[in-house]
């Protein structure tokens, strides 16, 4: 039964695939004639792969069994993509037995149906991929290591597994502006050179006994294979010069991982081929391919089967020449070469086509498992997504992988925005991050168990519209991170009486006694720096307030100011203040002080904002409650979201707004009475009527205590404007009366000194005596 169906697909297949054209035949006899001559100058080398035959039994050339195939998927744009896809699509089938070439080598076409390969199977459809794609791309076949002949990384690190990277230091009160420009420099530490050299030393110790290590791993895993150097494998050569490729590189085709030439992973290479012709290595490959050259055109090194065939450079230097001439106006002039002896056959296998459902479902089953060094990375494909999971990485701690550390999962359409979440077993920390869009614009979330409480960091985006961006929660502090605020404030720590419990059944009623609060704020250039406060401190029991401003210009010591609330301050029923509440220090002796005045109104604003830095705090706290259960219900209810799942939810929103239109149609239609018309619109609107009502009310309620709260104020200080206003007024009204008086005798000085001058004159002139000292 088998058999009749492995002949009914066989009849199926094109007639390339079953049968050989007189090119092939021809390719086929000088083939035979190579590898007899290749046998009889080489007797102890192994014989060559040229022509094994197809799936459906017929003997095909290894270059024709390569198709170039361009691809529209922007994924297999380059080397990188097509490799990947490659190594995940695949599932190896191990050469049998490991020390000789395949004897079938089947079509990309046929291993991309059955997603089952050997590694001359991988390499056939990578390197048709690259030549498709414009690489100078060559199936190898050689000899490797045997971890990867039978794809076992279980001794290389993952991928994925980043050097440690320092963890997020919490912030404490010590952490202050250490670069402030203004700061004390400290004293240049002095170290001891004897005390470095040892240091030195040690870590050389360190690092050599690291590599000594690695060596006998490495020394044990080749003792421990009897068949090194005789295994053989297929991998894929790059030459440089074609897309901007720099460097040889081989590229192993189960992995998708690309080495250097001189690796020492590869151990010899038998021949290497491409669409083009077949080349065979006349080098010696004792120390590996570590000193082999890849000039393909150097008959010394490389033995084509194909004299005279074109190659790949050949081919871009003549349509380069053309070119050329073309533009020089010769075309005309160009002589045709000499005709090769034969070209290559074109290739017997159909167009590779790969689906997007191949992209996005690569993984046979569904799912890969790779086994790392103390690592399991397993990859999911769309269908086999539960949760959303794209990629899971587990993390041992022994090199058995018996005993978890770390798991790490990244997501993809979940309708909680989730991307990546990480579980520490060893530390009990939870870390989850999230992509843009979530409410209260959170982006990260970590979560770590103490031995008393909990302690809770989150990040937000700048979308917010208090400017929060970090938010520590700990025990008995909680630390708030600010960027870009109005007021300057960047930073602000509270300290409580006694430890927040943020999951326990009591918490959303609990009440959190505040102990100190410290805001910081940053330096604002239109005030000058000794009115600008730089640090505000809210001593709760103490019913103390201090402030601390801006260091001036060469200036080592702030000014300070702290004020003791008055008795009866919470109900703003606030003592006049005496001398005794209020301390303050100013750098400056010259500035003006305070007044009465504006001390009493500095400290009815800072009991204000107290109050409002106060009620603002335990919002906070509420909030990182509510984020958190939140997060365990989001965690149970979890959804799935795609493009599908958005187009039906738009076309059901749709469908729902136009059934509320038909049924407000029904009830605006003119047959119907207006008393029918009410009583039908009634149940649809007395219940969000009555919300809204319900919100407008507690905005009045709340708007109305905020104005009489106002109102007392302003009586208060109308009071005190207007004794002072009556006396400025009486004191203006003596100087104007005093100014009169004085405009008024000076008239009258003027003209009564006018009248005497008249009358001396005249009393000169009627003196005899004088008369003639008058006329002169």
């Known amino acids: 039964m088998e058999m009749e169906e492995v002949a009914a697909s066989e009849k199926l297949l094109p007639k390339s695939y079953r049968s050989n054209s007189p090119e092939e035949i021809r390719l086929l006899a000088i083939a035979e004639n190579f590898q007899r001559q290749y046998s009889h100058l080489c007797p102890d080398r192994k014989p060559l792969l040229l022509c094994p035959v197809n799936e459906c039994g017929v003997k095909k050339f290894v270059s024709t069994s390569l198709r170039p195939t361009p691809t529209i998927h922007c994924e297999l744009f380059d080397w990188q993509g097509c490799a990947s896809f490659v190594a995940d699509f695949l599932s190896l089938v191990p050469l049998d037995p490991p020390v000789e070439p395949p004897k079938v080598l089947s079509s990309p076409t046929s291993v991309l149906q059955s997603q089952r390969a050997t590694c001359f199977e991988y390499a056939t459809l990578l390197c048709s991929l690259l030549l498709g794609e414009d690489y100078d791309a060559y199936c190898v076949s050689g000899y490797a290591v045997k971890e990867m002949c039978l794809l076992d990384q279980s001794m290389q690190q993952c991928p994925l597994l980043d050097p440690e990277v320092k963890a997020v230091q919490d912030v404490t009160p010590e952490q202050k502006d250490q670069d402030d420009k203004y700061s004390v420099k400290l004293q240049l530490q002095l170290k001891s050179r004897f005390l470095a050299e040892q240091e030195k030393k040690k870590q050389k110790a360190k690092a050599a006994l690291l590599v000594k290590q690695k060596q006998q791993e490495e020394k044990d895993r080749q003792l421990a294979d009897p068949l090194r150097g005789l295994r053989v494998h297929c991998w894929v050569l790059v030459l440089s010069g074609c897309r901007d490729v720099q460097e040889n590189v081989f590229i192993d085709p189960l992995t998708g991982i690309s080495y250097p030439t001189n690796s020492d992973n590869f151990l010899g290479i038998e021949s290497v081929w491409n669409n083009l012709n077949y080349f065979v290595n006349m080098q010696d490959c004792s120390n590996g391919c570590a000193d082999m050259m890849f000039d393909l055109d150097d008959l010394k090194t490389w033995e084509p089967v194909l004299f005279g065939a074109s190659s790949k450079k050949q081919l871009i230097q003549e349509v380069l020449k053309r070119k050329e001439a073309k533009m020089m106006g010769k075309g005309n002039l160009v002589q045709e070469g000499v005709p090769n002896v034969l070209e290559m056959p074109r290739s017997w296998v159909s167009y590779i086509a790969i689906s997007t459902e191949a992209l996005k479902n690569r993984w046979p089953g569904g799912k890969k498992v790779i086994r790392y060094k103390q690592a399991q990375l397993e990859r999911f494909a769309t269908s086999k997504r539960l949760y959303g999971v794209v990629t899971r990485l587990t993390k041992y701690k022994d090199r058995g ?376």
């Open 401 to 776: 992988c018996t005993e978890v550390a770390t798991v790490k999962e990244w997501y993809q359409d979940r309708s909680d925005f989730l991307e990546e979440k990480e579980v520490d077993n060893i530390n009990k920390i939870t870390t989850e991050r999230f992509r843009h869009g979530r409410k209260r614009h959170l982006l990260f979330l970590r979560v770590k168990s103490l031995t008393v409480g909990t302690e809770v960091e989150m990040h937000f985006s700048g979308a917010r519209v208090d400017d929060l961006v970090r938010r520590v929660l700990l025990p008995k502090e909680l630390i708030e991170l600010f960027e870009g605020r109005s007021d300057f404030l960047h930073y602000r720590h509270v300290y409580f009486k006694k430890h927040i419990q943020l999951l326990s059944e009591n918490s959303h009623t609990e009440e959190v006694p505040i102990l100190k609060v410290v805001e910081r704020f940053h330096r604002n250039g239109s005030k000058p720096a000794n009115e600008d406060v730089a640090e505000r401190v809210f001593l709760i029991p103490e019913k103390l307030i201090e402030l601390t401003y801006h260091l001036t210009e060469d200036r080592l010591i702030p000014s300070k100011i702290s004020f003791i609330k008055p008795l009866g301050s919470e109900k703003r029923n606030a003592q006049e203040i005496s001398l005794d509440m209020i301390s303050t220090f100013q750098v400056d002796l010259s500035a003006k002080p305070f007044t009465a005045v504006t001390l009493h109104k500095m400290l009815v604003e800072l009991m204000e904002v107290e109050e409002k830095v106060t009620h603002h705090i335990m919002r906070s706290v509420k909030e990182m409650r509510d984020v958190v259960t939140l997060r365990e219900k989001e965690t149970k209810e979890m959804k799935l979201w795609s493009r599908a799942a958005a187009l039906v939810h738009s076309r059901k929103q749709k469908k729902e707004n136009a059934e509320l239109k038909n049924i407000l149609q029904k009830y605006l239609s003119e047959e119907i009475d207006q008393d029918v018309k009410k009583e039908g619109l009634n149940p649809y609107f007395d219940i969000e009527t009555e919300e809204k009502i319900k919100i407008i009310q507690e905005q009045y309620m709340k708007d109305t205590a905020e104005v009489e709260k106002t109102q007392e104020w302003l009586k208060m200080k109308l009071d005190e404007l207007r004794k002072h206003r009556e006396r400025d007024q009486q004191h203006c009204d003596e100087i104007r009366s005093q100014i009169k008086a004085a405009l008024q005798q000076l008239h009258m000085d003027m003209r009564s000194g006018e009248e005497t001058h008249k009358d001396v004159q005249e009393d000169l002139c009627q003196e005899l005596k004088l008369s003639s000292l008058m006329d002169s």
